[in-house]
């Protein structure tokens, strides 16, 4: 395939991925930052069964298909808006609670990518 395609193809993802991450937000509304959290960890358990799912079937999986899923959960999970609001919540609340907000999304995402593979194999 050419590149242009395969960009084509990652921006498709990622784009599908940000409207689901807005969606998400504008729905779950809360003090604490709960929209990003979900979105974070349905983003790493859909790349944990989509990666498990292929190692399960010893499955080559094409340039196209691999660019679709990594631009959506690229355009799904949003890191950067985690960093800003642990700073935020460090900034507004205690670190205690950034601390917490740190602690949750790292394991949870961990946890959910594990979970992915296992549920996909």
Same mark, same amino acid.
């Given at each position: 395939?050419? !590149?242009?395609?395969?960009?084509?193809?990652? @921006?498709?993802?990622?784009?599908?991925?940000? &409207?689901?991450?807005?969606?998400?937000?504008?729905?779950?509304?809360?003090?604490?930052?709960? #929209? *990003?959290? #979900? &979105?974070? /960890? #349905? !983003?790493?358990?859909?790349? !944990?069964?989509?990666? !498990?799912? $292929?190692?399960?079937?010893? #499955?080559? /999986?094409?340039?196209?298909?691999?660019?679709? /899923? +990594?631009?959506?959960?690229?355009?799904?999970?949003?890191?950067?808006? +985690? @960093?800003?609001?642990?700073?935020?919540?460090?900034?507004?609340? *205690?670190?205690? *609670?950034?601390?917490?907000?740190? $602690? @949750?999304? &790292?394991?949870?995402?961990?946890?959910? +990518?594990?979970?992915?593979?296992?549920?996909?194999?």
């Amino acid at each position: 395939m050419s !590149g242009l395609y395969l960009h084509l193809l990652f @921006a498709l993802g990622g784009g599908l991925g940000a &409207v689901l991450r807005h969606w998400t937000a504008r729905r779950i509304t809360h003090d604490l930052p709960l #929209a *990003t959290l #979900a &979105v974070n /960890v #349905a !983003g790493t358990l859909l790349l !944990g069964l989509w990666l !498990g799912h $292929l190692d399960a079937v010893g #499955a080559a /999986v094409s340039e196209d298909a691999r660019r679709l /899923v +990594f631009g959506f959960c690229g355009g799904l999970t949003t890191f950067s808006s +985690f @960093a800003y609001q642990t700073l935020d919540l460090h900034r507004s609340r *205690t670190i205690l *609670t950034a601390a917490g907000n740190i $602690l @949750a999304s &790292v394991a949870l995402c961990v946890a959910a +990518f594990l979970l992915g593979q296992k549920l996909a194999g």
